[in-house]
Every structure is written in structure tokens, then in C-alpha cells.
């Protein structure tokens, strides 16, 4: 039977895994997927995005655990690196151009949502919205609206300023209201 | 952030964000198997970069042996060309003893 002793901590698994026990990281990814994964889900279109920005978010951990200080959790460590290969897809996918085809965003906006009651409906129209911002209003919009992190946390885990956060927070939201409203339009047309 | 609640717009937006919030967690299905396929791309990745450092490895004592032959020449090269400056200087002095006895100049 397994008393809290011998569960052991984050700080004890990184140093097995530095010392080669592969285990151990193993382990370290067991306990923190479920936060990544649910910071990932935020940003991506399907499943098979969300399983390669996980991995990459976890190959970078594994690459960069010798800069892991042990001065904050793990957690945050890794939600920090988790926060910053969402923000570098949705760049990437920014220069690429979307890859949703702009009838499909067109017709998600323009869908009523009050008209779907479903989190999926909503999520769509949201997502249709949404990919039309640029990577930092989404992700800070993204973050303070959907995962309902303070101006604080935002700004710990992105490294942009407190007032930064906020300012970009307000325009996003603008920008979003603006979207939503010309879809609007175009459906009443 | 304040939102206006009397804008129908910040009314709808919000009522979008709660929607999407309580759909909740969506990566379940993706979630399993996850450490086996992260844990094998590291190998893998491992295992790409791994020849380099295992030739690296299997050099060393040929390199060794190379700087302990470059060491040993260089050393023996040094002792044979040195010169005995001394021996020179003695050399100097036995000459012009010679040169002075034949001049005909003896300061003893």
C-alpha cells in the first residue's frame, strides 16, 4: 500500500530523470498531461493538433529540464512552456494563413448561438471568431475568459506586462464584440 | 474587465465564453497512450542523435594515442636540436685566446 512518503515529488522525478531514469519522466508526464492538455484544447481545431503541441510541449520540458530551478512548482514550469508552444502553432499558423476555409468561419459566425445549446456549437462560433485575431489577443483572451486566469497569472506565465495583459484583454474583446456584430449583419442582410 | 451588462453584445459574448467553459475537458480520447508515444519520439530522437556520440566514444583512445605520440615527438625533437649556449660562449673565448697568442697580445 502506498503511503504519501513514498509517492514521490516532482523535484525528487526530475532528478531521476536527469540522472538517465526514464521512468521517472514518465511519471512527471502521467501527473501533469491533464493541465497541459486542458491549456492545449483551448488553442487547437482537433485532436490531432492537441496531441502534437502536448508532445512538443513535453519535448521541451525534457530538453530544457536542467534550467528547471525548483524556485516554483513544476506545475507552473510546465504551464508556462505549455502557454508558449500554443502561442508559437498559433503564430505559425498566423503566417501559414488559416486553414479553415473562410465559408466555414463565415458560417460559424453567422449561426445564432443562443440558437445552439451546446458548449461544441458555442465553442465553434467562439473558434470562428477567434481565429481572427491576432496570436496574442487570442491568447490572452483565451486565457483570462476561457481558463479564467487573473491579470497576474497571465502575465507570470506569458512574460508580458500586467497593463500589457490588460490592454490587450480590452481590445481583443472589441474585436471579438465587433466580429460577432458584422456577422450579425451579414445573416439580417 | 468590466463588462457592460446592459450591452447586448458583451451579454452575448460572455454567455458564449460560459458555454464553452462548461462544455468542459475535451482531450480525454487523445489523452490515452499519451506518455507511451511521447516516450517513444524521445527515443527515437535519442536514438538519431545517439551515432555521433557513440563514434565520439569509440575514437577516444585512438586520439589519445595520438597526442601521447604527438607529446613524445615533440619532446624527443626538442632535446636533439637544442643548443648549448655555454658550450658557444666557450667556444667564443677558447678562439680568441687563440687570436690574441698568435697577435702576439699576452696580457698575462
Known amino acids: 500500500m502506498n503511503t504519501p512518503e513514498e509517492v514521490p515529488s516532482d523535484d525528487y522525478l526530475v532528478k531521476a530523470t536527469l540522472a538517465g531514469q526514464d521512468e521517472a519522466f514518465t511519471e512527471l508526464v502521467r501527473r501533469h498531461k491533464r493541465k497541459v492538455f486542458t491549456i492545449v484544447a483551448r488553442f487547437v481545431k482537433n485532436n490531432y493538433e492537441l496531441d502534437d503541441i502536448c508532445q512538443e510541449t513535453f519535448i521541451k520540458v525534457y530538453q530544457n529540464l536542467r534550467a528547471y530551478r525548483g524556485d516554483a512548482p513544476f506545475e507552473h514550469w510546465v504551464s508556462k512552456i505549455a502557454v508558449n508552444a500554443c502561442y508559437d502553432a498559433l503564430r505559425k499558423q498566423r503566417r501559414r494563413g488559416s486553414e479553415v476555409p473562410l465559408e466555414d468561419v463565415e458560417f460559424a459566425l453567422s449561426a445564432p448561438a443562443h440558437d445552439k445549446d451546446s458548449g461544441d456549437a458555442a465553442w465553434e462560433v467562439l473558434r470562428g471568431a477567434m481565429e481572427k485575431l491576432r496570436p496574442k489577443d487570442r491568447m490572452v483572451i483565451t486565457l483570462l475568459n476561457l481558463e479564467e486566469k487573473s491579470l497576474r497569472e497571465i502575465s507570470a506565465l506569458t512574460g508580458w506586462s500586467e497593463a500589457n495583459v490588460k490592454v490587450r484583454a480590452f481590445r481583443a474583446r472589441k474585436e471579438l464584440k465587433k466580429l460577432l456584430e458584422g456577422s450579425d449583419e451579414k445573416r439580417s442582410q | ?108
Open chain 2, 1 to 108: 474587465m468590466k463588462n457592460d451588462p446592459s450591452d447586448p453584445s458583451d451579454v452575448r459574448l460572455d454567455s458564449l465564453f460560459a458555454a464553452v467553459r462548461e462544455a468542459g475537458y475535451r482531450g480525454l480520447e487523445v489523452e490515452h497512450g499519451f506518455e507511451t508515444r511521447l516516450m517513444a519520439r524521445i527515443r527515437a530522437g535519442r536514438e538519431r542523435r545517439s551515432p555521433f556520440f557513440l563514434w565520439t566514444w569509440r575514437l577516444m583512445p585512438a586520439f589519445l594515442s595520438i597526442v601521447v605520440l604527438m607529446g613524445i615527438w615533440v619532446f624527443i625533437s626538442e632535446s636533439h636540436s637544442s643548443v648549448d649556449l655555454s658550450a658557444i660562449t666557450r667556444i667564443g673565448n677558447e678562439d680568441s685566446t687563440v687570436v690574441a697568442f698568435l697577435a702576439g697580445d699576452n696580457n698575462e
